[in-house]
């Protein structure tokens, strides 16, 4: 059973700070790393992507896979009310055509 | 990004009818689209793999008799739940991949389906 673990929260933090979304994935194999945001009601929006241990940066936002782990994590910096949504790990498991598996998502707060 | 489109955006039918949602890829060609599911508070979970020109793969539990799925054309999937009852009442996602993705395997979705049956 491939899974995507992720805490459900919500996370609040206050506006101007950073926040930190975390995943685990079980599937040692999994070639890529996605994050979406999900606001209530509306289909995902894909935020970022990452194949390579280490960091990625696009923005406020930046990715962290440690494959060794099996963790893959987002930052999000001053973080904006507009960020209040839910965010999803997504993985591409190693023997898939593509296909994502999802994790139940975060639900962010930022408070003004 | 690319554009993905699905019709209807909500729909209410009565029990036992089916219903028909659409999928296309406006601006580019999708050899594969994917059908998720997702439940309030729920995350999106995969039903099917839906590949132009042949046979969808569905995942373990989805009844591929009861969720048909239709890949005729690059820029078009199409699934339809047939005899529809109140428990299939969810919101349905299609997603499709690229032609010219290569290995990224990034998926664009469309809008989603809210779909209730009485």
């Known amino acids: 059973q491939k899974e995507v673990e992720q805490n459900s929260g919500p996370l609040s933090v206050p506006e101007g700070a950073i926040a930190s979304l975390n995943c685990t994935y079980s599937?040692?194999?999994?070639?890529?790393f996605f994050w979406y945001r999900q606001y209530s009601g509306k289909s995902p929006e894909l935020i970022m992507f990452i194949y390579s241990n280490g960091d990625k940066e696009d923005g406020r936002f930046t990715a962290q896979l440690n494959k060794a782990s099996q963790y893959v994590s987002l930052l999000i910096r001053d973080s904006q009310p507009s960020d209040s949504a839910t965010y999803l790990c997504?993985?591409?498991?190693?023997?898939?055509?593509?296909?994502?598996?999802f994790g139940s998502g975060t639900r962010l707060l930022v408070r003004p | 990004g690319a554009v993905v489109s699905q019709h209807p955006s909500w729909v209410i039918c009565k029990s036992g009818t089916s219903v028909k949602i659409e999928c296309r890829s406006l601006d580019f060609q999708a050899t594969t689209m994917f059908w998720y599911r997702q439940f309030p508070k729920q995350s999106l979970m995969l039903m099917a793999t839906s590949n132009e020109g042949s046979k969808a793969t569905y995942e373990q539990g989805v009844e591929k008799d009861k969720f048909l799925i239709n890949h005729a054309s690059l820029t078009l999937s199409t699934l339809t739940v047939t005899s529809a009852h109140p428990e299939d009442s969810s919101f349905y996602i299609c997603s499709a991949r690229a032609l010219a993705s290569g290995n990224t395997g990034e998926l664009f979705f469309g809008e989603g389906s809210r779909l209730t049956v009485l």
């Open positions: 599937d040692r194999g999994s070639q890529s």
């Open positions: 997504a993985v591409n498991p190693l023997d898939s055509s593509y296909k994502l598996i």
